[in-house]
């Protein structure tokens, strides 16, 4: 530990939401960072690393400069491991794990935390990670346990259940503890909503917006120009529709999808599929989280992403989120800084852990840490 706080490496950083969960816990400190994505390199780098010299931004298999750390942390790219995926056990993304655990070693972390997908603890890379951790192993001195957490139980507006991995060296962790419950229960308070989520948080984020450029603004990262650095507000903004899809919108009511569309306007791959994929095009709802965010969360096809805002008396609004809706639904506030074009910043948002779901994991390492 150094004097201002437990020392993080976070690897596969994107944009920081795993690290910016650790910074609010209050206990810790960012002295390394692994991303090979210039943009999202850069969005860290804005937040937690002013100089730039702490953030490598390149392929973690180049990462050899390894600090002594307290904590590692990490969640590599979940295209291998999510039931959206192909699911190829041989995807080279999912031999990232190895470098994980090459860097943990390296680094002489007393802990560690591994965050995925839901389904990558069904996956053989979740059991070759959890044998390096048994007598034999790369990590046979560190005690595992695995939490499968949903962020909306953690004070994020949005359903999103992940996996997290935490070994520890110093004795084993305890189990987050939920704040949240879909409904208020004892001390539980109830799942923070879109309506609260939009309508009553730092920056109000109106529906009617009509913008559809980021500022013109480059900063310099590394030598390099990127676009930005911008700010949430800058970040809501929303596309050109063109009067089809519009129309297709229109028809789709909160909580519903594609088969409010009438015969006509439904795509025709779809006449076919009368079954199934009922998120696709569909609108979400004022008075309950969101759905799990993706990186494509701008193309309303691609899941449920419409706007909540239905008719009722007031203006329907026919487009997906915009890119500061999706990142307050991944529990980012007006602090974060975001470098990179329109598509780089969905995807680091799309990718994120959410802060105040990482904040809950930090408590419990923080606890075992101080002991
Ligand atoms: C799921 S995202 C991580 C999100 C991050 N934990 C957060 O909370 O914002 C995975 C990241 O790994 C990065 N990545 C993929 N392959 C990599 C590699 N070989 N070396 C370093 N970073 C890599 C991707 O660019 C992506 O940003």
């Avoid at 794990?97 to 680094?107: A, I, K, P, T």
């Avoid at 028809?251 to 006509?264: Q, S």
């Amino acid at each position: 530990m150094r004097g201002d706080g437990f020392t993080l490496l976070d690897l596969f950083a994107g944009c920081g939401g795993m690290t910016r969960g650790f910074l609010d816990q209050g206990s810790f400190t960012s002295v390394g960072a692994v991303e090979i994505d210039r943009a999202a390199a850069a969005t860290y780098a804005a937040n937690f690393d002013p100089t730039g010299e702490h953030t490598h931004a390149g392929d973690i298999a180049g990462y050899t400069d390894v600090p002594r750390v307290d904590v590692v942390i990490g969640g590599p790219p979940c295209q291998g491991f999510s039931a959206l995926g192909k699911r190829d056990p041989a995807d080279v993304r999912n031999q990232l794990w190895r470098e994980f655990v090459r860097v943990v070693r390296d680094s002489d972390a007393r802990m560690f935390v591994f965050e995925n997908v839901d389904r990558f603890a069904k996956t053989p890379e979740f059991q070759l990670l959890r044998q390096a951790a048994s007598e034999d192993g790369e990590l046979a001195d560190f005690d595992t346990r695995v939490f499968r957490l949903n962020a909306a139980d953690f004070g994020t507006p949005q359903k999103r259940i992940r996996t997290f991995v935490v070994g520890s060296r110093i004795g084993p962790v305890d189990e987050p503890r939920q704040t949240h419950a879909k409904a208020s229960i004892g001390d539980l308070e109830r799942w923070i909503d879109l309506r609260t989520s939009f309508l009553e948080g730092s920056v109000l984020l109106e529906p009617g917006v009509r913008e559809t450029w980021l500022p013109e603004s480059t900063v310099e990262f590394q030598g390099r120009a990127v676009p930005g650095t911008f700010k949430l507000r800058d970040l809501h903004i929303t596309r050109n529709y063109d009067m089809k899809s519009e129309t297709r919108y229109a028809h789709i009511r909160p909580g519903r999808g594609r088969f409010d569309l009438p015969e006509e306007l439904q795509y025709p791959c779809w006449r076919r599929h009368t079954r199934g994929a009922g998120d696709v095009l569909g609108r979400l709802e004022w008075d309950e989280p969101a759905v799990t965010i993706r990186t494509e969360f701008f193309r309303p096809e691609k899941g449920r992403f419409l706007h909540p805002q239905w008719a009722n008396g007031g203006e329907q609004v026919n487009r997906a989120l915009t890119h500061a809706e999706a990142a307050v639904v991944q529990g980012f506030d007006d602090r974060h800084l975001w470098c990179g074009s329109k598509a780089e910043i969905a995807r680091q948002i799309g990718n994120a852990v959410p802060p105040p779901l990482a904040r809950s994991v930090a408590d419990v390492v923080a606890a075992r840490l101080a002991v």
